[in-house]
């Protein structure tokens, strides 16, 4: 088994897109999921903002891949802080249940941190929702360390599931 990581390609975009709402799915119910599905995801269809990613000049795709099948990707892009200098944020980064833990996460992570370096950004930014300690741990593991925590105060609960399937009904 050969896990690895390289620059997407247009050819990647589907694969990318169906992992994209595997990764929203997985984590849209999960506390904070509510609005990060609705602000910080990419815009459906995925394919649609994958794609309008990988022409902009200040972001990068990327996929990991366990023997050329990919299982994984990771999306990052270049942000102009106020006093000139540059920060990587990495956008989306999202691995297959099934394959993680064997090594893609950290051909992703590498690839993220190596754009970012080259490019002489001052630290590299990515979330982790409240209670996803695995993800945390994850990211911790190659030096993350939390800087900013945002607090959210709903003014209208979410619909329950019974109230969405009777809406679509």
């Known amino acids: 088994m050969i896990e690895a990581a390289r620059i997407a390609l247009t050819s990647d975009l589907e694969a990318m897109a169906e992992l994209a709402t595997e990764g929203v799915a997985e984590q849209a119910e999960e506390r904070g999921g509510s609005i990060w599905k ?3 995801t990419p815009s459906a269809p ?3 903002s994958l794609h309008a990613s990988m022409l902009d000049p200040e972001q990068e795709l990327w996929v ?4 050329d099948v990919i299982v994984g990707y990771a999306t990052c892009r270049i942000e102009l802080l106020r006093d000139g200098d540059l920060l990587g944020v990495a956008e989306d980064f999202y691995v297959d249940p099934g394959t993680r833990g064997v ?4 051909c992703l ?3 993220i941190i190596a754009w970012c370096t080259e490019r002489h950004c001052v630290g590299i930014d990515a979330l982790a929702l409240p209670g996803n300690r695995h ?3 994850f990211f ?3 030096g993350f360390k939390a800087r900013l925590l945002t607090v ?3 003014l209208v609960a979410p619909p329950t599931p019974e109230a969405q399937r009777s809406q679509v009904n």
């Not at 090594?103 to 950290?106: F, I, P, S, T, Y």
């Open 38 to 40: 609705r602000r910080e």
């Open 46 to 48: 995925h394919l649609a």
């Open 64 to 67: 990991g891949t366990i023997d």
């Open 103 to 106: 090594g893609v996460g950290e």
């Open 109 to 111: 992570i590498n690839e």
């Open 135 to 137: 993800t945390k741990n």
């Open 140 to 142: 911790e593991t190659f």
């Open 152 to 154: 959210h105060h709903p």
